[in-house]
């Protein structure tokens, strides 16, 4: 269990200690909420914490944990030179810090993530293009986990570009979860 699990509850009133930039959900967008707003936690996981605010969720991630009162979490990094298979395993592993704000499982562990690959462009610089869908065609989360995901990823200066591509075939199933995702949802 992570720091953010350990130090927070479900419905838990936390005032904001600064102004904080937040993800928007279900629509990704980056908004900013203001010192002293009053937030409550709805979910704790990975790197990230979903709060809700004045009737609307967003998503605060590990580096401005700050904000309401936690150690922030540094993004992942590279060592500089690392190799395309590097690279690809550092997306991966960023990913499974990426989660449904409504969901307690990380993406990869619930099957979401379908591929990563790793381009060279022609300036040299480097894209990851993530391959994934969501649980339903109509989910409205698509957005901020694709923001989420691109915004980890691009953490190591190696990557210049990250392309998310949401695609719905095949389409996703229960089969695609892990044990420990139908565990950790009850749905052995």
């Not at 720091?3 to 629509?27: C, D, H, M, T, W």
């Not at 709805?42 to 700050?66: H, P």
């Not at 990426?98 to 562990?109: G, L, S, Y």
């Not at 200066?157 to 949401?166: C, D, L, N, P, R």
Request: proline letters at 5%; one cysteine or more.
């Amino acid at each position: 269990m992570s720091s953010v699990e350990e130090r927070l509850y479900k419905g838990q009133n936390l005032p904001l200690q600064r102004a904080v930039n937040v993800i928007s959900v279900p629509f990704g967008k980056v908004v900013e909420l203001p010192e002293d707003a009053e937030v409550q936690v709805m979910q704790a996981r990975g790197n990230s914490v979903s709060v809700g605010y004045e009737g609307r969720l967003y998503l605060i991630e590990g580096a401005q944990l700050d904000a309401i009162g936690l150690e922030p979490i540094a993004a992942a990094t590279l060592p500089e030179g690392a190799s395309d298979a590097e690279l690809e395993q550092f997306a991966w592993e960023c990913l499974r810090t990426c989660f449904d704000p409504e969901i307690p499982v990380n993406i990869v562990e619930l099957g979401l993530v379908y591929s990563v690959r790793v381009e060279s462009l022609i300036s040299g610089e480097k894209m990851i293009t993530v391959r994934m869908t969501l649980t339903a065609p109509g989910c409205g989360m698509g957005e901020v986990i694709a923001a989420d995901a691109k915004h980890k990823i691009l953490g190591a200066e190696q990557v210049s570009k990250v392309h998310v591509e949401i695609v719905f075939n095949p389409p996703w199933s229960r089969d695609m979860m892990s044990d420990e995702a139908k565990l950790e949802l009850g749905m052995f």
